[in-house]
């Protein structure tokens, strides 16, 4: 069974940083590109960042590039999202999801951020 | 940047065939990707490459792509379609994935 679990969201103050982790299983995680999809209360998705099976391409939404930074540990079939100088429009759960379509996804993490 | 217009709401009856469209620019000459989400819960992919289903979606989901516009059509709608969805695409002018702005899908 296919599965990505989010971590690490959470509270944190503007300006502040935050690790996301997902964790995958289920699938061959080194032959899946991966992204994070990112969604605000009430509103729709966004994309946030993508990342190439081999990390030889990198991919970063306009609204996050320069602060947020996304990577990935094949052996350990995980991805990861740091999020540095944190606004408050960054507040959303989060999405892990694998594929160019993105064909998995995790159930997300909440990240707020707030004063 | 690269813009995917999609209607806020449709309305459709049981046993109807409901479509939802997504314009952009040209947007036939990308692959198109289709995502229905629940209330709280995550994105699931009923189509993609404008016309293909992963496994385990009914065949009641298909899709289509030409010119402006990608459309989803839902046939013999079910409570259960009750859902949001959203159209994606790689637009490669810019190395972004773009999502569309959404339709909700009311059952009646």
């Known amino acids: 069974e296919v599965q990505l679990v989010e971590s690490g969201g959470g509270l944190v103050k503007p300006g502040g940083s935050l690790r996301l982790s997902c964790a995958a299983s289920g699938f061959t995680f080194s032959s899946y590109s991966m992204n994070w999809v990112r969604q605000a209360p009430g509103k729709g998705l966004e994309w946030v960042s993508s990342i190439s099976s081999s990390s030889s391409y990198i991919y970063y939404a306009d609204s996050v590039k320069g602060r947020f930074t996304i990577s990935r540990d094949n052996a350990k079939n995980s991805l990861y999202l740091q999020m540095n100088s944190l606004r408050a429009e960054d507040t959303a759960v989060y999405y892990c999801?694998?594929?160019?379509?993105?064909?998995?996804w995790g159930q997300g993490t909440l990240v707020t951020v707030s004063s | 940047s690269y813009v995917l217009t999609q209607p806020p709401s449709v309305s459709v009856a049981p046993g109807q065939t409901a479509r939802i469209t997504c314009g952009g620019n040209?947007?036939?000459?990308?692959?198109v990707h289709w995502y229905q989400q629940k209330p709280g819960q995550a994105p699931v992919l009923v189509v993609y490459d404008d016309s293909d289903r992963p496994s385990g979606i009914p065949e009641r989901f298909s899709g289509s792509n030409s010119g402006n516009t990608a459309t989803l059509t839902i046939s013999r709608v079910e409570a259960g379609d009750e859902a949001d969805y959203y159209c994606q695409v790689w637009d490669s002018s810019s190395d972004h994935y773009v999502f569309g702005t959404g339709t909700k899908v009311t059952v009646l």
């Open positions: 999801a694998a594929g160019v379509a993105f064909d998995y």
């Open positions: 040209n947007i036939g000459s990308k692959s």
